[in-house]
């Protein structure tokens, strides 16, 4: 079963531009966390949001949770080609089962 | 350097065989995972273990088996009784359940022909 449903599914932008990337989920959460995959390898951790926190920053990449909506972002800004890569937010309702959405794919071009 | 070794990167299998992935860590983590991924979709959690000599189901584990013999290695074995098993399987582990980041393998592609 797949918790967390991220919009848009893909993504075509522009160097400099900012990517902005949503993803939704249905039950309560510990924590949300968000990967990135490049094509064919495996995924690496971004950030992770607990669910009492509003908002973290890590580098170009800016993380915010409303867990009244049930919704989080990530915004990439200032955007390079080497960002080109699929993005999927995973949540974790406890026991670090993380279930993943379906991710968005990022097309970046210079 | 530390990480995770999974092997082969790319398996072929002809139908009613069975295959081994393996999945090998040196990061020390109790907990390890084997998710299947699939064009277009996320992961889907097929076993996990929390500690050596356990572990258990996840989502989709039919036709999957593993084994937790040694804290380091992971490996899942692929049956024939998997009805579509080709796909692009990864291994994750982390410091314990409920600890946060996963750090995952490169990935195994399995085509079946």
């Known amino acids: 079963s797949q918790q967390g449903e991220e919009d848009p599914q893909a993504l075509s932008i522009q160097e400099g531009e900012n990517a902005t990337m949503n993803c939704s989920y249905k039950t309560s959460i510990n924590n949300l966390q968000w990967y990135r995959q490049n094509s064919g390898r495996g995924l690496v951790h971004l950030i992770l949001i607990r669910s009492n926190e509003r908002e973290k920053h890590s580098g170009r990449l800016r993380v915010t949770l409303d867990t009244s909506k049930k919704s989080s972002s990530l915004l990439i800004t200032a955007s390079r080609a080497a960002d080109t890569a699929s993005y999927f937010c995973?949540?974790?309702?406890?026991?670090?089962?993380?279930?993943f959405g379906a991710g968005t794919r990022l097309a970046v071009h210079p | 350097d530390g990480g995770i070794t999974q092997s082969p990167k790319y398996l072929f299998r002809k139908e009613g065989q069975n295959v081994t992935l393996s999945c090998e860590q040196n990061?020390?983590?109790?907990?390890m995972y084997w998710y299947r991924q699939d064009p277009g979709q996320g992961l889907r959690l097929i076993y996990y273990?929390?500690?050596?000599?356990?572990?258990q189901k996840g989502d989709i584990a039919e036709g999957y088996s593993v084994s937790r013999e040694k804290k380091e290695s992971f490996p899942l074995t692929v049956t024939s009784a998997q009805k579509n098993p080709t796909a692009f399987y990864l291994c994750?582990?982390?410091?314990?359940?409920?600890?946060?980041?996963?750090?995952f393998g490169e990935g195994s592609r399995l085509t079946v022909l």
């Open positions: 990061l020390n983590h109790d907990a």
């Open positions: 995973a949540t974790d309702s406890g026991y670090n089962k993380l279930i």
């Open positions: 273990s929390q500690i050596v000599n356990d572990f």
């Open positions: 994750a582990s982390s410091m314990g359940m409920g600890s946060g980041e996963l750090f």
